[in-house]
């Protein structure tokens, strides 16, 4: 195995040589069944399995319309650690895998990718970013960017409602609220206890999820005079 570089400090979780996990069947269509997300979603999304330095990981591509800004890569155990490497020198950026461009009447934003490949499997516009770090920072009350969500991403949702769907836990809720005030938007706040996540969640009960999720459209979509 070649050797791997990683952003964000995380050299030090590289898994050691020859100790790679690799996925008992090598198809979108396990890959499918374990994540509850449909095969034509992940085969849209361009995911696959890699052949290079991350051999038998995922591979998860960040389009453009022009291209891929970069590649990261889930690990097919799914206790295994690290969960995710990225492309050497690669910086964090907004995962949008649908490639929604700017007049988007609704788009929602995950933590995560499989998160947001779930909701566009609901049916709706969705965008994903890494974790719950990479929000904007606040201080003294006001919205401060960073290097890991920058200003000029913004634009893309101008006179868009943005509603953040992070992970049920106290980080995913903090880092909802800070990008939801960035971007005037909306928290999901719906949550079923028995779930951490919408992946988790759409794979479990995707017609109870979608009826929830629906439910919460019609509330703030109301609140905000939208038809």
Not at 37 to 44: D, K, N, P
Not at 121 to 132: M, R, S
Not at 180 to 194: I, M
């Amino acid at each position: 195995m070649a050797d791997m570089k990683v952003t964000h400090s995380e050299q030090e979780n590289i898994p050691p040589e020859g100790t790679e996990a690799r996925p008992d069947n090598g198809t979108l269509d396990r890959l499918g069944r374990d994540r509850g997300i449909g095969t034509h979603v992940l085969t849209a999304a361009g995911i696959g399995l890699d052949d290079s330095n991350h051999d038998g990981w995922w591979r998860i591509p960040y389009p453009h319309r022009g291209g891929t800004w970069k590649n990261r890569y889930r690990n097919p155990d799914p206790r295994g650690r690290p969960k995710y490497l990225d492309d050497p020198g690669a910086a964090p950026h907004l995962y949008n895998p649908a490639l929604i461009g700017p007049g988007e009447e609704e788009v929602w934003f995950c933590e995560g990718e499989f998160d947001t490949l779930a909701l566009l499997d609901q049916g709706l516009t969705a965008v994903g970013i890494h974790g719950a770090s990479n929000v904007p920072d606040e201080k003294d009350g006001e919205v401060e960017y960073n290097d890991r969500f920058h200003k000029s991403w913004t634009y893309l949702f101008d006179d868009t409602l943005c509603i953040t769907a992070f992970d049920n836990d106290d980080s995913g809720r903090r880092a909802g609220r800070k990008l939801a005030r960035a971007l005037e938007g909306e928290v999901f706040d719906q949550w079923h206890q028995d779930y951490t996540d919408m992946n988790e969640w759409h794979k479990a009960d995707p017609d109870g999820l979608k009826i929830t999720l629906q439910n919460f459209r019609s509330k703030v979509r109301d609140s905000r005079g939208y038809a």
